[in-house]
Each structure stands twice: as C-alpha cells, then as structure tokens.
Nanobody
C-alpha cells in the first residue's frame, strides 16, 4: 500500500558528498517517522538518521556533523545530505518509514522499507 523509492547513491571519493532521496507513494496513507538505515557487508543494519513528522532529528554518533536529514511532508519525501564521506560510510542505504494505512478494521500501523541504494566511498 505504501512504497518507498530511494535515489542518489553512487561512487564518491573520500571527502566527497552525496545526496540521497526517498519518496513515498501509495493510496490514503500518512507517514510518521522517516529514517535512513545502512548495512555494510557482514554488518548489522544500523540507524543512520531519523526524523519525526514535526522535524525532530536524531543521528548515529558516527555521522553527527557530517550528515543532515530533512523531509518534505507535503511531498512525502526524506533527504539525507552527506558530506565529508569516509570509506567506512560504504554501505547499502535503506529508507524507512512508519506509515498509517487503511485497514479492514480501521487504521493500521506499518513499517515500510525501500529497496536500498548503494553508497561506495573510495579511499
């Protein structure tokens, strides 16, 4: 019922910048918290940054001061601006959203994931 589509990944040199975008689409839904996670090979998925509907943000310690998350509620999009990228930032970045969708017995709360976009930072 709700789909997330990411874009903006790619290959960048250490110290470079990238901008990731995620757009939610579907019918009759609303979004609460949105966020970005990442998963590197052999590692667990970890939260990179999150943002509530009201714009309250939180970041992983490893990205504070380098990454900025923002959202446009009217367009149901979330952006992750990444600067001063490091090789250890290399991972698949996944968009996540807590959505409310119509259910047979009333509103249902669902967690939605995008397909992921690869970010590779070369040294």
């Amino acid at each position: 019922q709700v789909q997330l589509v990411e874009s903006g990944g790619g290959l960048v040199q250490a110290g470079g910048s990238l901008r990731l975008s995620c757009a939610a689409s579907g019918n009759s839904f609303s979004i609460n918290t949105m966020g970005w996670y990442r998963q590197a090979p052999g590692n667990q998925r970890e939260l990179v940054a999150g943002i509530t509907f009201d714009g309250v943000t939180n970041y992983a310690d490893s990205v504070k001061g380098r990454f900025t998350i923002s959202r446009d509620n009217a367009k149901n999009t979330v952006i992750l601006e990444m600067i001063n990228l490091k090789p250890e930032d290399t991972a698949v970045y996944l968009c996540n959203a807590d959505a409310i969708v119509p259910g047979s017995l009333g509103p249902e709360y669902v967690e939605v994931w995008g397909q992921g976009t690869l970010v590779t930072v070369s040294s």
